[in-house]
Each structure stands twice: as structure tokens, then as C-alpha cells.
């Protein structure tokens, strides 16, 4: 077998919080090498962001597993001195500073590319780079609120509505993660590498999708509606004999076979519902028809039923259920490791996977600040005295 698909390449990771952390993670689970940059304790600007060990430790296992971290002061020369050696052999620098940072601190894409033309330099910013908004503090829920989601998401009525993930800050990691493996494979061709850049507020409007395109195409502003497809119907959640379930009754076909299954074949010759936007418009009727059907039977009962018709259909799980269902299980999307301090513990896994001869790398427990700082440096020639004069310093 062949180390992890992306093992060549070494990964400079100057970011904190999540987006860019959760880029890097793509990285480190594909077997590249990623030196985690964090400032030196002792230091003045230590991160105490969301994120951080002291924060959440499950959220910190999950999220910087598989790195290398060294404590490096950026703002004294010794530091940049030691970064500029970094930069000379690494693939990707990558940070997620306010954008007129990195050029206030000498290690923007311009300075760090004319040490090594082949490095591919990523930014991923709150707003961009540029424009009006650049210089405001990029955040999870003001992108949500900015780039449309909050206006769609919840019950009509109810006013904006968060999504319970960070979904910008992680949209945002992983087509930062994209746009770096495109410009690694333009080097390729090209032998250069180039500036990568997105945003929060980019990646949640890319999110947008269909509602964007309505928008777009039809200049038809979509509004919230809660569980309910806003295109077709019945599509959401309905009350069982036990519990909720999930459907998903898009076009005539699925329409038909629902009606069938649920022993109410005369809705779909019934006078405006023939069609998915003639079923729209009586959305409380069609609702109010099949929710009194539903009630009549358990969760598991309709699945099976609904499944054999062919009606996408599914149980809604709290999340110690996802990890306890079968599907889930095979999946394997809990990912053992075994922790130094934690004992046995379990990851989430990325979710994808090679077919190839190349190993999936093992998953490591995430690093204490600073514990690869000596290591990497004896890489770099330094001496255990000039170690420890920069730890004196504050430098590492």
C-alpha cells in the first residue's frame, strides 16, 4: 500500500477558529504533513477563540486531528526568519487573518511567494478580500445572515432562523480545501502556484443554490417554509404513531406511488392536485390529507412501507441515533482512535473514500500546543541551545 493520496505535500497552517481549520483537516486525513502555527504561550494575541482546547476538547479532538504544531512568534524577526525556512520547501501557506493583517506582518501572498514561486497561498476571509465589508470580523452566523440563508430557513413567521451548524464556516473550509488542490494541480502544468481566496459570505451564497437561482433567473425572492419544500409537495416532516418521519414526494410518479401505498388513490385524480405547483398552491390540503394517515402508524412501519413503494423516506434521528443506525455503522463514519489521555475514543470521519492502493491515514490525537516545536526546528539545523534562547525569547 501507498501512503495517504496527498503525503507529498506539507501544509503551513496559520489559521484558528474553524473554516480554515477544517480545510487543513482535508489535508491531514489525506496524509499530508500539516505544521499547525500557533502563537508561543507567554506571547501576547494567544488565541483564546472558539476552537481551542480549553473551549471544547471534542470539538478540538475532532477538528485538528492529524497535525504537527509549532509555537512560532511571526512578529519577531527570529520567527519570520524561521517561517521563511518553512516556506521554502512547504506546498501550502494558508491563513484566515482580517485581510490587511498578513501584509501588516510581512507574510502576505506576494512575500512568502517570492521565497518559494511554487507555494500556493490561501486566504479564507469573513467578506473577501476587498470591498466595503472586507475589514469586518468574519463570523458563522452574520454570513448566515448576510449571504440569505436566515431568511430561508425556520417557519414562515417565525423571523430569521441560524442552521444548527456552522455551516459557512465549514462550506467555506472545504471549498477553500478545492480551490487549493486546483491550484495544485495547475502547478503541475504551470510550475507556480497562486493566490486561492474565498470567504464566508462567498461560500454561504454558493450554498444557496436553487433559492439563489430563483432569485437570479425568475427575481422571485424565496421566503421561509420550515420543513416543507418550497417547490413541492408534500415533501417534510409528519407525526407518526411514535415519532416523525421524513418524505420526499417530488413529481407525479412519487406522487402517485405515495397515494397508493397510504390507500388514498383518489387525491391523485382530485381537482388541483394533479401537479407539483397545482399541489403547492393547496399545500394545506395535501398535508392535512396525509397527516391523518400518518398518525395511524410507527416511524419504522411507514418507512418500510414507503421504501418498498419507492418514496424517499426516513426516520429524523437525534445524533446518538445516527451513530446508532446501521446504515450509519457500515458507513463507518465514527472513526476509532486511540488517545493518549482520552483512552478510546471516536472521530467523525471524512466523508469520502479511495478505491485505490492508497492508505486512509490512522487518525492521530490532535497536538498539545507546541509539541513538534523542538522537533521541527532540529529539522531546520537549529542547535538545543538556540532552542532554548527562543524559548527564553518567546520566539517558539
Not at 383518489?266 to 400518518?294: C, I, K, M, Y
Amino acid at each position: 500500500m501507498r501512503p495517504g493520496a496527498l503525503s507529498r505535500y506539507t501544509i503551513l497552517d496559520a489559521t484558528r477558529v474553524r473554516a480554515g481549520p477544517t480545510a487543513v483537516r482535508t489535508f491531514a486525513d489525506q496524509g499530508a504533513r500539516v505544521i499547525k502555527l500557533e502563537i508561543p504561550p507567554g506571547a501576547p494575541g494567544g488565541d483564546d477563540m472558539i476552537g481551542g482546547r480549553e473551549h471544547n476538547r471534542a470539538d478540538y479532538e475532532n477538528l485538528h486531528r492529524n497535525k504537527e504544531s509549532l509555537t512560532l512568534n511571526m512578529k519577531a524577526p527570529e520567527g519570520r526568519a524561521i517561517l521563511e525556512q518553512l516556506v521554502r520547501t512547504a506546498d501550502v501557506f494558508i491563513e484566515n487573518y482580517r485581510p490587511d493583517v498578513k501584509h501588516r506582518l510581512g507574510i502576505g501572498p506576494d512575500q512568502l511567494r517570492a521565497i518559494n514561486p511554487r507555494l500556493v497561498y490561501a486566504s479564507i476571509s469573513g467578506f473577501g478580500q476587498d470591498g466595503p465589508a472586507a475589514g469586518w470580523p468574519g463570523f458563522d452566523s452574520i454570513a448566515q445572515g448576510m449571504g440569505g440563508l436566515m431568511s430561508v430557513t425556520g417557519r414562515a413567521g417565525d423571523g430569521p432562523m441560524r442552521v444548527g451548524i456552522p455551516i459557512a464556516d465549514l462550506c467555506a473550509g472545504h471549498f477553500c480545501a478545492l480551490g487549493i488542490m486546483s491550484a495544485l494541480l495547475e502547478r503541475e502544468a504551470t510550475g507556480e502556484g497562486q493566490w486561492v481566496q474565498t470567504s464566508l459570505l462567498e461560500s454561504q451564497i454558493a450554498m444557496l443554490d436553487f433559492q439563489a437561482a430563483q432569485w437570479l433567473i425568475d427575481r422571485k425572492v424565496p421566503t421561509q417554509s420550515g420543513n416543507e419544500h418550497p417547490l413541492t409537495v408534500p415533501t417534510g416532516v409528519f407525526a407518526t404513531q411514535d415519532g416523525h418521519l421524513n418524505i420526499a414526494a417530488i413529481g407525479q410518479n412519487m406522487w402517485t406511488r405515495l397515494c397508493e401505498a397510504m390507500g388514498l388513490q383518489h387525491l391523485v385524480t382530485e381537482p388541483g392536485l394533479g401537479s407539483d405547483p397545482e399541489r403547492v398552491q393547496n399545500r394545506e390540503r395535501v398535508n392535512a390529507a396525509v397527516g391523518e394517515v400518518f398518525a395511524t402508524r410507527t416511524t419504522a412501519e411507514w418507512t418500510e412501507l414507503l421504501i418498498r413503494a419507492g418514496v424517499p423516506c426516513g426516520p429524523i434521528h437525534s445524533i446518538d441515533q445516527v451513530f446508532a443506525d446501521p446504515q450509519v455503522q457500515q458507513l463507518g463514519m465514527a472513526w476509532p482512535m486511540p488517545h493518549p489521555e482520552l483512552g478510546d475514543i471516536s472521530l467523525v470521519r471524512t466523508p469520502f473514500r479511495l478505491s485505490g492502493h492508497t492508505e486512509t491515514t490512522p487518525p492521530r490525537a490532535a497536538p498539545h500546543q507546541g509539541d513538534q516545536t523542538d522537533s521541527i526546528l532540529r529539522e531546520l539545523g537549529y542547535s538545543e541551545a538556540r532552542i532554548a534562547e527562543l524559548r527564553a525569547a518567546f520566539v517558539v
